[in-house]
């Protein structure tokens, strides 16, 4: 069972997370960070670096954040792994606890 960014992360794309992961398996987008998972190893030191809130195990995952799973798998196809932690969004601290940011994400 992997790990999965979720919906708050859009917009804020706090990389603290890629700073504690072992396998490198954090992708960049524009507005958002992925997880492949295929190269998780469910080691959980990503969930507790995130500022956002935004990382949960997948069987932790609310209800309604359970369409993440392959939003994560998809874009992780597409996008390059991030491997060093970078600054967040200049607007990251106004987006970050807003909900339904979907609408926003950047592909």
Not at 10 to 30: A, L, M, N, Q, S
Not at 83 to 102: C, F, H, N, S
Request: charged fraction near 25%.
């Amino acid at each position: 069972m992997a790990f999965v960014i979720t919906d708050n992360c859009i917009r804020c794309k706090y990389t603290d997370c890629v700073e504690v992961c072992p396998v490198d398996c954090f992708h960049e987008g524009p507005n958002f960070l992925v997880i492949d998972p295929e190269e998780c190893i469910d080691c959980t030191l990503c969930e507790p670096a995130c500022p956002a809130n935004a990382i949960y195990a997948e069987g932790d995952l609310p209800e309604n954040q359970i369409h993440f799973i392959e939003l994560n798998a998809e874009l992780a196809q597409k996008w390059p792994v991030i491997t060093e932690r970078k600054p967040a969004l200049m607007d990251a601290e106004q987006w970050k606890g807003i909900p339904d940011k979907l609408s926003h994400l950047e592909r």
